[in-house]
């Protein structure tokens, strides 16, 4: 077999499906998916492999205004990637249109279109015709390789960009060992879970102003695994509203986080969270480490 590799960036503006899609494609849970918008803060790779190409996706946190230093460095990270990739997945919620996104995303969309698969998402929610219509618009502005229509949650065309993306490959040998699916430290899957359950549980500004950090990993006699993490949040109240009256919160969140966390190992979890108040957390240099950003 002649293998060879191919390295995909997932771009798009937020909300746009990016982490369903690579979710789908992969056939596990690597990326937070919610309503909420920038949930997604650092890349994470996914790998698949078609016949004798190895794919590497990596899913990239959503565009959108960063106004902080820590959001700056989100998108920063994000279009750092995409100059390395060999290809480009542009993923746009297709109720959108090109009035909707800023001038800098546009620029930034021109300079990397001729390595770039435009990607409509969400086709089960639009009429046909507004559809086709959409396209068109896109296309008279963009030079895009091709355009795909698709929906990420029920896999609807997927299977068509992902043969005709495979077949893009011309580096030679696969970097990663066959049964590996990610490059991303499973702790750090673990943390992007619990924070995923923080966006569904926790409403306002709460999910945005806190972060979570893996501490501990511990592989027990029984096979069975310990984990240690923290919530840290930003303001002192807001450790209360985490924990809930009587603890009920965090045990929520905590009891769903640990369900997908045995999903994902097929292993028995013992999840340990601990909630503390940190101030100016998204200023730390340690917290961008943690989840793989420039400082």
């Known amino acids: 077999m002649n293998k ?4 995909i960036g997932i771009i798009g503006p937020t909300n746009s499906g990016k982490s369903t899609l690579l979710n789908n494609i992969i056939g596990e849970k690597l990326a937070i998916v919610t309503h909420k918008s920038q949930t997604t803060r650092s890349a994470f790779k996914g790998i698949k492999i078609i016949d004798d190409t190895q794919m590497i996706f990596i899913d990239t946190p959503g565009i959108f205004n960063a106004k902080t230093k820590f959001e700056k460095a989100m998108l920063e990270n994000a279009y750092d990637i995409l100059n390395d990739v060999d290809l480009v997945f542009l993923l746009i919620d297709c109720k959108k249109s090109l009035d909707d996104f800023d001038e800098n995303f546009l620029k930034n969309i021109k300079v990397l279109e001729e390595k770039t698969f435009l990607i409509l998402n969400k086709i089960d929610l639009i009429e046909r015709g507004l559809l086709l219509a959409k396209v068109k618009n896109f296309t008279k502005f963009f030079n895009f390789k091709e355009t795909f229509l698709i929906s990420a949650k029920s896999g609807d ?5 992902l043969n005709k993306s495979s077949k893009l490959s ?3 040998y696969w970097l990663y060992p066959e049964n590996q699916t990610a490059d991303v430290p499973m702790a750090r899957i673990a943390s992007e879970i619990t924070r995923e359950k923080i966006f569904l549980f926790l409403h ?3 999910p945005y102003s806190s972060t979570v950090e893996t501490e501990g990993w511990i592989t027990n006699k029984s096979k069975s695994i310990t984990i240690d993490q923290t919530i840290y949040v930003s303001k002192k109240n807001h450790v209360g509203i985490v924990l809930g009256k009587g603890g009920k919160m965090i045990k929520s969140i905590g009891i769903a986080s640990r369900e997908d966390i045995e999903k994902i190992l ?5 999840l340990k969270i601990n909630v503390k108040y940190k101030k100016d957390w998204s200023t730390k240099k340690e917290h961008y480490e943690d989840i793989g950003l420039n400082f």
């Open 157 to 161: 065309g997927v299977q068509d960009l």
């Open 204 to 206: 306002e500004e709460i």
């Open 266 to 270: 097929n292993n028995k979890v013992n």
């Open 170 to 172: 011309n580096n030679e």
């Open 4 to 7: 060879k590799n191919i390295t």
